[in-house]
C-alpha cells in the first residue's frame, strides 16, 4: 500500500508562500488521484485541493482558489501545494491523501493519508 510523506511546513509571514511537497511510496503512484486536506486547532479537517492521477484536472476550495495551486510529478512520486499570499487563516496542520477508488475527489473518502506538516502564517 501507498504510503505519503508530507514535508516543506515551517512559519511565514502573511503574504509568504510556501511549497509543500508528498512524496509516495510505490509504483503505481500515477493511478491514484491525490488531495490536500487542513485541520486548524478547534476545526474539522477540511478540503483544498485535489488533482487527477495526470494532473491535467485540479480543484480547489474556494478560500484558495487563486492563491494555491497542486501539481503533481509522476516521476518522482510526488504532489506539491504551491500556496502563495499566505493568511493567518491558513494556518493549519495540512494533510495530502491518495485515493485508489475515485479519479478526483473533493470530500474526504480517500484511502490513505499523511502525517500532516504544521503551516504557521504569522500577522
Known amino acids: 500500500q501507498v504510503q505519503l510523506v508530507e514535508s516543506g511546513g515551517g512559519l511565514v509571514q502573511a503574504g509568504g508562500s510556501l511549497r509543500l511537497s508528498c512524496a509516495a511510496s510505490g509504483r503505481t503512484f500515477r493511478s491514484y488521484a491525490m488531495g490536500w486536506f487542513r485541520q486548524a486547532p478547534g476545526k474539522e479537517r477540511e478540503f483544498v485541493a485535489a488533482?487527477?492521477?495526470?494532473?491535467?484536472?485540479?480543484y480547489y476550495a474556494d478560500s484558495v482558489k487563486g492563491r494555491f495551486t497542486t501539481s503533481r510529478d509522476n516521476a518522482k512520486n510526488t504532489v506539491y501545494l504551491q500556496m502563495n499570499s499566505l493568511k493567518p487563516e491558513d494556518t493549519a496542520v495540512y494533510y495530502c491523501?491518495?485515493?485508489?477508488?475515485?479519479?478526483?475527489?473533493?470530500?474526504?473518502?480517500?484511502?490513505?493519508w499523511g502525517q500532516g506538516t504544521q503551516v504557521t502564517v504569522s500577522s
Open positions: 491523501a491518495a485515493s485508489y477508488q475515485f479519479s478526483i475527489l473533493t470530500t474526504s473518502e480517500y484511502d490513505r
Open positions: 488533482i487527477n492521477w495526470s494532473g491535467g484536472t485540479t
